[in-house]
């Protein structure tokens, strides 16, 4: 892989509300590039977790910015919904004096070959691959074609390639071949199946093993690891194999850098290579030197040594703590409340204490935080210096497709009252500042919302874009609306 250590990589990922495994494996891949050195910065964005697609260009300072979809397929998301949300207007975009390269999808990476190869290798290890169907399991639905197109063109190269299997087939949960069919689709004793998905759920966990015959019904009990470790399942007189999504293959950080080369090759890139200033980490420094200390929940104490500490402002002082040591360590910490629930808005009042972590220099102090309020340093700077563009939200409302193509039918007293109940303090600690509309402000019970609300010592959390929870409470608003506004049956 050459070197952009000029350059800033963004990996998008689709991530979840609900399920941290969503987000897992595209951290992961990002932690692994990271510690390459290949690019001067990388960091992760989703569409449903935090940070959006907005606060990442926050997040890095490089000139040159190439972004990955950690996306299995072509189609709606990678087609229409990130450009969007991206603000890309072809393979190259120019803006604000940043050059910023949009890649093709992993999934549709020739070489997810060799990772699909090795996955059915792992296991069912030993297994003779001319004793073994290899299936390969999709979605399927007649809403993404894309997503069927990319488990046929890896079924074709890895038939053409001729890897030794007894036959490799695909299959889907929701169109034919059904997978449900798989005892019929295929004529080894040994079947190993292989989901193309990006990351492990419900349908891995749950969807599938049912669909298979390897569970009578869908469960709790399922929504676990242990799935994919009972190998191998005695069905129908076959053994079958069965593993976790393609997408948690370690290497797929490898596809996502092929995909960097790919582009670079087809599109001849031949950047300028300025080194940026390391503006963030600069401003991150002067603000701990000016005696701001504490962001959020975190109060962040430096060291004679040059050194950082981090724990909850309620643990200040206390010795008992849970001491970590590795930046990435705080995504681990941020992620479940004391109760062990999902916390998909990192800037909920809800983070653990008990814990404290010791980084070593302002790298790692400025990766950590990123981790516990993504893009809160960048987005502090950028108002700083007055660059920060907030997105009023009836723009934001009315660029929605999909399911959520409604959410701006809401009445302005309706959007007042939503944003003062979800974007309380109580619930999320960032100051919003967008408007209604470009030309109205906030008012009633979201007005106060849009006032400075932290210490003086801290390094403020902001808002620049209603989050996907708000967009869900519209689009129900909106729904009730409808519904009440259907004409009532004549009885
Ligand atoms: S929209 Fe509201 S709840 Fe969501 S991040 Fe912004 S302030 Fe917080």
Known sequence: MKSHSHAALIIVGHGS?????????????????????LFREVVCCFWKEEPNMREVYEMVDSDVIYIVPNFISEGYFCQQVLPRELRLDGPTTHRDGKTIHYCDPVGIHPNMTRLLIQRADEVAPHVPRDQTSLVIV?????????????????VALIRAGHYGFAEVIDAYMEEAPFVAEWAKLTTAPNVVVVPFFIADGLHSFQDIPVLLGMREEVGAALSEIGVFHQNPHELQGRQVYYSGAIGTEPLMADVILDQVNDFDAKHQVTDKIGMPNDEVKSSLAFWLNSGLDEIGEIVITTNADGSYSLCHIADR????????HEAHDALFIARNDASGTFRPLHSAPTLNRGWRLDLTD???????LDFFYPAAIGMARALEREKL????LREMLGRQTGMYRFANTITDEQAHAMIGKCCANEKCLRRILWPLTSTQPMAN?????????????????????????????ARKIARQNHEANQPKSAD
């Open 362 to 368: 302002l790298d790692e102090l400025r990766l950590a």
């Open 17 to 37: 509300t609900t399920n941290p495994d969503s987000s897992s494996p595209t951290h992961l891949h990002a932690d692994s590039i990271r510690r390459r050195g």
């Open 389 to 392: 563009a907030a997105v009023p």
């Open 138 to 154: 999709g979605h399927g639905t007649s809403l993404n074609e894309n997503s069927t197109k990319a488990i046929q063109d890896q």
């Open 445 to 473: 019970e979201a007005a106060s919302k849009t006032q400075p609300n932290h210490a003086p010592n801290a390094i403020p959390l902001l808002c620049i874009e209603a989050c996907t929870h708000v967009v869900s409470a």
């Open 317 to 324: 002082g206390k010795e008992d703590l849970q001491v970590h």
